[in-house]
């Protein structure tokens, strides 16, 4: 019977994606004895724990304390349910370098919320980058196909959230879509409607987080922190600017580099604008730890559990740290100094491992001597 046996291989492959995804998904910290960040007393529509989003946010997101504060007072207005009902619960611009956590801190809030990190509406804009892919946000105005059936790219499951917990969206690298597309965003921002193009259909945002990232002003920010410069007009601004905090400075630069790429209506809109600090060589040992829970969730299936020496710790580090591409450098050197011989490793080529059997949890320990990774089993 191939039919039946390809549904069930077909049933059983789902299974263990599921089973993945649900230990990609397991929570950064210990959930026993946390306490909401919020009185259970007030009656708000939300009731999404305060307390464990700013667990996990500092279990996941290194190196941005003033972000995650300011994330997590928009959170308890929101919480608190007094914002303005024709508005977006709120809409949030993040702006700084890549790699330094913009896109990672609305998946760690959809985890805490949802305990899904994919519970969120994202959209790419640098799919939107030609004015005629308006269609796709907005949908095929009167006339075109398709219009009539008013169908855009948004989830609007995902955009409304549940009955307790807000919609989460994601509008990924703003600056990359067409003036059409973020023109469009403007009704969105102002009183939570989206409506498309033929009329048909409308979108609520009313009942939404709505988050917005963008790389823009990331050079300039990378020549405030290192005390270079990379422009005539970058050397005046920061002698114009001298007499200010650091902080003040960047917000200033990132406030300059949005006004010269959208519309100041546009940039009137948005609610908050924080900036991400560009990640530094002292915190490449925090990001480590936190990129070696992820792979050992993800080894969980396997009934394997991997420890570092120090030694290994710092040579990812050295290898991993790049300031112009931050957590995901980093990313990519564990990949290829860790996960490859570890590969190796759990499938025999040198014929020192034993799977674990079945009652018990194998522990490895990585060890570094003359420039390569090599790994023992207790």
Not at 40 to 63: H, K, Q
Not at 184 to 211: H, K, Q
Not at 234 to 259: E, G
Request: hydrophobic share 40%; charged share 25%; aromatic share 6%.
């Amino acid at each position: 019977m191939p039919f039946l046996s390809d549904r069930l291989h077909d049933t059983q492959r789902q299974q263990q994606l599921s089973t993945a995804l649900a230990d990609e998904n397991a929570s950064m910290i210990d959930r026993t004895g946390q306490k909401s960040g919020l009185s259970s007393a007030l009656a708000s529509r939300f009731s999404f724990d305060i307390g464990l989003i700013e667990s996990e946010l500092r279990a996941s997101i290194i190196g941005q304390d003033e972000p995650i504060e300011q994330i997590l007072e928009i959170l308890k207005v929101v919480r608190a349910d007094i914002g303005d009902p024709r508005k977006p619960l709120a809409s949030v611009l993040f702006c700084g370098p890549t790699g330094v956590g913009k896109t990672e801190t609305v998946r760690t809030i959809a985890r805490a919320m949802y305990g899904d990190a994919d519970a969120f509406c994202r959209i790419d804009m640098n799919t939107l980058s030609q004015e005629h892919y308006a269609a796709s946000l907005t949908g095929a105005p009167p006339g075109y196909v398709g219009s009539k059936e008013g169908t855009t790219i948004l989830d609007q499951e995902k955009i409304e959230g549940a009955r307790n917990l807000p919609g989460i969206v994601l509008f990924d690298e703003l600056e990359k879509a067409s003036n059409e597309v973020v023109l469009a965003l403007m009704n969105v921002f102002d009183n939570g409607i989206l409506t498309v193009a033929s009329g048909e259909r409308t979108y609520s945002f009313r009942n939404s987080l709505i988050f917005m990232s963008s790389n823009l002003g990331a050079r300039e920010l990378m020549a405030l922190n290192e005390g270079g410069d990379l422009s005539l007009r970058s050397l005046w601004t920061r002698l114009t600017t001298a007499h200010k905090p650091r902080k003040d400075r960047a917000q200033d630069i990132v406030m300059r580099c949005l006004l010269d790429r959208f519309p100041p209506e546009l940039v009137n809109r948005i609610d908050h604008i924080d900036t991400f600090n560009a990640i530094g060589r002292d915190r490449m040992p925090q990001l480590i730890d936190v990129e070696l829970e992820r792979l050992n969730r993800r080894l969980k299936k396997h009934d394997i559990w991997l420890e570092i020496t120090d030694q290994v710790r710092d040579f990812v580090a050295s290898k991993g740290f790049d300031k112009r591409f931050g957590a995901r450098g980093l990313r990519r050197a564990i990949r290829r100094y860790l996960e490859f011989p570890l590969a190796s490793y759990l499938l025999g080529d040198d014929g020192n491992f034993s799977p674990p059997n079945g009652s018990s949890i194998v522990r490895l320990q990585a060890n570094y001597q003359d420039g390569t990774v090599s790994f023992s089993q207790d």
